[in-house]
């Protein structure tokens, strides 16, 4: 078929071919009917995504590469940040936002062991595990019920002369009190980490300024898993407007080299060969000396393909989500599930990119009856990830330290009481509003939950 084809002719060929197959056999879609499964997220794409893919494939590069290069010149754009490091999730860019602020390079700013970190339990534990690996001690503190984001009345009582860094994920997309919690960073001089995961495309206005969440803070990450407000299948990135920050960054991703040239390039700087570094011998290979440890954790030029197809999409996907929070709210109420359950309430100043409906029953105790009725009906539902991070088997034996009062090997510790925590663990529980639900799947979802609650209530 090729062989009077130049390479070019030949990829456009095949690219052409893939988005007829993608139009044909994915995203046909169906007729919703009443009891069909309505799951919490699914990957919402075109041709577009395959295509990129594809034509990603067939350079065969694997590795970060153009289009690696490309998603992070429009990510950057699109957030307005300067630096931009594609990950292989989520998870590990916070693994590397943390790790970065142990750099001995922030000399006296860094974090070192024993130093603490303000964060909050009900959340996901990738947020929190950067923390215990290294060393340093999570400090927890309280939620309030309306937003399940930090209480920030609590953050004075939380410091010590330990602090130095609040990091903290907005949850479900809804924007924690940047406002307070900048505040208090810039007041105290600590490190803030936006773990912004579950919230990208939420807005925030501080001091008349609106900007996306992610970019207030030192450093922020994201995730594009598929249930994200953008996917890659996996991967995610770590961003920042702090070029020392990002020097860091990229090291520790990249193994933790000095050397900053990108795979396949070699001598950026002109001294390969006549550095001295550490007590190595002069001249040793400047892409062989590493200045942190560090992991490879870069994502591969085909998830970055898919990315720069989703990251077009990014608007229209945000809008969708508000849509379906709105709606899905206003059904709730005309059933009267207020007078059950709880639900949320978008952060004062800002413009969530919902991932999740989160609503709290009002009567405790009945939350496995109506989620198992809610599931039996079709909906998917999903706890707010850990729910109270400390009362997991991981903390087993750190939370048997700090209960006896062991604080050097408990690891943690807590900043007054985690009681709306321990609610929403016991309580609450999501839906979702990802951008392929339709007003039907919505309003179906709605009669189902409410009928749930009400006949766990009874």
């Not at 590990?92 to 062991?113: D, K």
């Amino acid at each position: 078929m090729f062989e009077h084809m130049t390479e070019e002719e030949a990829r456009q060929h095949i690219l052409k071919e893939v988005g007829e197959y993608c139009r044909q056999f994915h995203n046909t879609g169906k007729p919703f009917r009443k009891g069909d499964r309505i799951p919490y997220a699914s990957r919402v794409y075109d041709e577009k995504e395959m295509t990129n893919l594809v034509d990603s494939a067939l350079e065969f590069w694997l590795t970060s590469g153009r289009y690696t290069k490309e998603f992070e010149r429009k990510f950057g754009e699109k957030l307005g940040v300067r630096y931009v490091s594609t990950v292989n999730s989520g998870s590990s860019a916070n693994l590397l936002a943390f790790n970065a602020l142990t750099s001995p390079l922030l000399g006296e700013r860094r974090i070192r062991r024993g130093d603490e970190v303000i964060t909050v339990a009900a959340g996901f534990p990738t947020t929190v595990t950067p923390m215990i690996q290294y060393g340093a001690v999570p400090v927890f503190v309280d939620v309030t019920m309306e937003t399940a984001n930090i209480d920030v009345t609590k953050l004075d009582d939380a410091l010590s002369s330990r602090t130095k860094a609040v990091m903290l994920a907005h949850t479900l997309g809804n924007p924690f009190d940047l406002s307070a919690v900048k505040a208090f960073c810039d007041r105290h001089g600590l490190w803030l980490v936006e773990d912004n995961c579950d919230s990208l495309g939420s807005r925030y206005t501080l001091d008349g300024e609106t900007r996306m969440t992610g970019t207030f803070g030192d450093i922020g990450t994201s995730s594009f898993y598929p249930p994200h407000h953008l996917t890659m299948g996996e991967g995610g990135a770590v961003y920042t407007n702090n070029p020392l920050l990002h020097k860091i960054i990229r090291s520790m991703r990249d193994w933790g080299r000095d050397c900053v040239c990108v795979s396949g390039q070699d001598n950026l700087c002109g001294h390969r060969f006549d550095g001295q570094y550490g007590t190595l011998p002069k001249g040793y290979d400047h892409k062989y000396v590493y200045s942190h440890f560090g992991w490879n954790l870069k994502a591969t030029d085909l998830q970055a393909a898919i990315g720069c197809a989703q990251i077009d999409k990014l608007d229209g996907f945000t809008e969708k989500r508000r849509h379906n929070y709105a709606f899905l709210r206003q059904q709730l109420i005309d059933r009267g599930a207020e007078e059950m359950l709880l639900l949320p309430e978008a952060a004062a100043n800002s413009e969530p990119s919902w991932f999740g409906f989160l609503m709290t029953l009002k009567k405790s105790g009945i939350r496995e009856q109506t989620v198992r009725a809610v599931e039996s009906a079709g909906v998917q539902t999903r706890m707010l990830f850990s729910g109270n991070l400390i009362r997991h088997p991981c903390f087993d034996e750190m939370r048997a330290a700090y209960e006896a009062g062991d604080a050097e090997n408990a690891g943690f510790r807590v900043s007054g009481t985690l009681d709306n925590t321990d609610r929403i663990m016991r309580d609450a529980f999501w839906v979702g509003v990802y951008p392929g639900m339709t007003d039907e799947k919505l309003a179906c979802m709605a009669e189902i939950i409410t009928e749930a609650a009400a006949g766990a209530l009874h």
